[in-house]
């Protein structure tokens, strides 16, 4: 049965890949017994609402028609982002303890392992070519260091400077990167060509800046703000300034300075930032970024049971949930 929606590959396959992970932690031997533990804690902890992990699967079957022997890149994704979520809510000063079960220093150790060493292991374990294995590596390898910028530009971040150009910059590091990486990977398991891996790769990275611009929203509309007591700047924040005249601009820069400690300027700066000529921006360019993903994908093309399913993943992420917003 072809699938229809990204949802439908991972019910179809989540046991197989909660198998891939089993295996990937038992892979650090009998004598690791501790660190296991605190990565089994880790992955406890971190869930994640989304399985955006079908993404490598959903490339190798529009390559070859075949989801499956993707499933240990699937496992990789899910490695990857419970570490670099812990390190961005440490980062953030947030979530260092982990449900009361490890301390800070406890779980950063353990989002080492998950994050870094647990994907090679997952690699090295493919039966592939060798040329095939480094590659795979070197995607994991080069996406830490391209990650790691972008979350070091974020931090760093000045609203006082800040444009929309600078912050899509920072988005195709921190999260542009990791899925385009997996997206890569996912073609280069298939055996694509150079040029192929490179559009999927292209393809990835803008469907990182989708699902980043989508997780902004939801975090407005979840009401934690945590982009806002973290000081982030974000693109709609970005939106805003550039829309707003300079005496506005200022009333801005000082309310974001502002919400990390006050209710009241969160309130007040999140009414700024659902102001109808903000939102008409962020629209406009949300609808940009998902016009390129699907340029990209028509480039592409592929295996006409499983593009489609690409196709609707790219819309879904590109919702304009703040239209809705009270």
Known sequence: MNPKSYMDIYQQHSADIEAEMTAAVERLGPSSTAVKNAVAKLLQHQKFTYPLQVL????????TG????????????ILWWTSACYLDDLADGEGTRVSGVLSEHEAL?????????????????QQVP????????????????????????????DADDA??????????????????????????????????????REFGDVFGILWQLFNDQEDILSGRNEDLRNGTVTYLLACALEEASPRSRAHILNLHAASRNADGARAELTNVLLAPAVLRRYRKDLHKFRDEAHRI??????????????????????????LNSP
């Open 56 to 63: 490598p699967m959903l490339v190798h079957a529009a390559e």
């Open 66 to 77: 075949a989801p499956e022997p993707a499933v240990p890149l699937s496992a990789v994704h």
């Open 109 to 125: 150790l353990a989002s080492m392992i998950t994050g870094h060493v647990l994907p090679l292991h997952v690699v090295r374990s």
């Open 130 to 157: 060798e040329p095939v294995r480094g590659a795979l590596t070197a995607e994991v390898v080069n996406c830490w260091i391209v990650a790691t910028e972008g979350q070091l530009n974020d931090m760093s971040g």
């Open 163 to 200: 444009t929309t150009d600078s912050t899509i910059t920072v988005y195709r590091g921190k999260s542009g990167a990791p899925f385009g990486m997996i997206s890569a990977m996912g073609a280069i398991l298939a055996g694509a060509d150079h040029e192929r891996i490179q559009l999927w």
């Open 297 to 322: 994908l028509g480039r592409l093309g592929g295996d006409e049971a499983y593009v489609p399913v690409l196709r609707d993943l790219v819309d879904r992420s590109a919702q304009m949930l703040l």
